[in-house]
């Protein structure tokens, strides 16, 4: 039962365009959103995190937009690079549990 | 620092051989974690440890065993290992478990069960 659905799998743009990656979940009890990035044998690294209380998250190049609502949050990468290469996974926790991964999204920006 | 650091980075196994994959932080962290990653299955937890003398099951536990041996070290043991326990394994640490806290990774063993 995959909890926090990712999507898509894999996405190519240009280098400046703004790639978008969406993840949608079913469990209300969600309080903690954040995104890891993935290079290539490497492990993951935590980019950005929101919690429900805000709609949006800026961090640099890179937005957390958050849909209370419709329970759905997504990444945006603005004016995306080369060296954004790199797999992209949403997580969500609730209080005092565990991170439940999505997917992951391999992004590929072209020069 | 090293953060965390995982042994060994690649490793091939035939069905039914055992091995321990060992995950070491230098970072003072309560909490660690394993996790296996697949294609298009994203990162699974196996096992996890809260804080040095506890470990409780994650998602996907069977066939594997974990032992916290201290507050820095944390392994992994495959007793009989199976196909389906080809991966890539992540250790990670956190400074306490659960809740809204980063998790910092390993550089990941990849293990080709035949």
């Known amino acids: 039962q995959q909890q926090v659905k990712q999507s898509p799998q894999s996405l190519i743009v240009q280098k400046g365009g703004i790639p978008i990656i969406n993840c949608a979940y079913e469990n209300t009890a969600f309080d903690y959103f954040p995104w890891y990035q993935q290079f290539p044998g490497k492990g993951p690294a935590l980019l950005i995190a929101?919690?429900?209380?805000?709609s949006e998250k800026k961090e640099g190049r890179f937005t957390i937009s958050f849909n209370k609502s419709a329970k759905q949050f997504s990444l945006h990468i603005m004016d995306s690079q080369p060296g954004d290469s790199a797999t992209y996974f949403c997580a969500a926790s609730a209080p005092g549990r565990q991170l439940t991964f999505g997917s992951g999204t391999q992004l590929t920006v072209l020069p | 620092n090293a953060g965390v650091t995982q042994t060994p980075k690649f490793q091939v196994l035939k069905t039914g051989q055992s091995m321990t994959l060992q995950c070491a932080q230098d970072m003072n962290h309560n909490s660690m974690y394993w996790y296996r990653q697949d294609p298009g299955m994203g990162l699974r937890l196996i096992y996890y440890s809260a804080s040095e003398g506890t470990t409780d099951k994650g998602e996907v536990p069977n066939g594997y065993n974990v032992s916290r041996l201290n507050k820095r070290e944390f392994s992994l043991r495959l007793e009989s290992a199976a196909p389906s326990q080809t991966s890539v394994y992540f250790c990670?640490?956190?400074?306490?478990?659960?809740?809204?806290?980063?998790?910092?990774f390993g550089p990941g063993t990849r293990l080709t069960v035949t």
């Open positions: 990670a640490s956190s400074r306490r478990g659960a809740g809204a806290l980063e998790q910092y």
């Open positions: 929101i919690r429900p209380d805000v």
